[in-house]
């Protein structure tokens, strides 16, 4: 386990398979800032408070209920896009890996051209 002050919210970004990609390595920060921040903290007043009344008061509940559920359609979301763009990815090696040396540039070109014109998480 890591201690708090030496986590480092980039490098394990970074360390992510697919975590150079742009979007998904913010999104992957985003949500892990949301964990760090706000749940954690929201979750440790929810325990505290259940500890002495022996009830969730709502003041805790309904904002952690809401953030909880919002997080983990974000973790959804990431992990959806994750997968295309790695299903993308496995697809494009696979293909390249089938081409005729003599075309491999042909493939390449087509490739980055198709991937900065349309959405992979699509």
Do not use: C
């Amino acid at each position: 386990m890591v201690a708090p002050e030496e986590f480092s919210l980039m490098s394990w970004s970074m360390a992510l398979p697919l975590g150079d990609d742009t979007w998904l390595g913010m999104q992957a920060r985003n949500i892990a800032i949301v964990d760090q921040i706000y749940l954690r903290p929201l979750e440790l007043q929810e325990l505290q408070a259940w500890a002495q009344e022996e009830r969730t008061p709502g003041q805790f509940l309904y904002p952690l209920n809401a953030l909880s559920q919002m997080w983990v359609f974000s973790l959804y979301e990431w992990l959806r896009t994750w997968r295309a763009r790695a299903d993308y990815l496995m697809k494009m090696a696979d293909q390249h890996g089938r081409t005729k040396p003599t075309k491999k540039a042909k493939l390449v070109k087509a490739s980055v051209a198709g991937a900065n014109t349309t959405s992979i998480a699509d």
